[in-house]
């Protein structure tokens, strides 16, 4: 059974930074894209960065570029997201997500398999 745990949420000003986590269990795929999605009150799902497993190559959009930076570590299974320079506008519940047939794009109807979300809240 796949499973997807995000953790590092938490309460930050305007202009600093945190760290998000997802630590993946129960992959049995030789190439998958691990995404992370956000959503805030009131407007639709967005997404943020995604990671290729094969080849690392990754995706941003374009309100997060230069600011968040997606890496994954093998051996840990796990898939972080850096964000930097954080705006209040980036206020939002964060979900990693696996789309298991390796498309690497940041659509969400591509994702099969989601975790629960983590809330980032930044203050201005």
């Known amino acids: 059974e796949v499973q997807l745990v995000e953790s590092g949420g938490g309460l930050v000003q305007a202009g600093g930074s945190l760290r998000l986590s997802c630590a993946a269990s129960?992959?049995?795929?030789?190439?998958?894209?691990i995404g992370w999605f956000r959503q805030a009150p009131g407007k639709e799902r967005e997404g943020v960065s995604c990671?290729?497993?094969?080849?690392?190559?990754?995706d941003y959009a374009d309100s997060v570029k230069g600011r968040f930076t997606i890496s994954n570590d093998d051996a840990k299974s796990t898939v972080y997201l850096q964000m930097n320079s954080l705006k209040p506008e980036d206020t939002a519940v964060y979900y990693c997500?696996?789309?298991?047939?390796?498309?690497?794009?940041?659509?969400?109807?591509?994702?099969?398999?989601w975790g629960q979300g983590t809330q980032v809240t930044v203050s201005s």
């Open positions: 997500a696996a789309d298991v047939v390796g498309i690497l794009v940041l659509d969400a109807a591509f994702y099969d398999y």
């Open positions: 990671i290729k497993s094969s080849d690392g190559s990754t």
């Open positions: 129960g992959f049995a795929f030789d190439d998958y894209v």
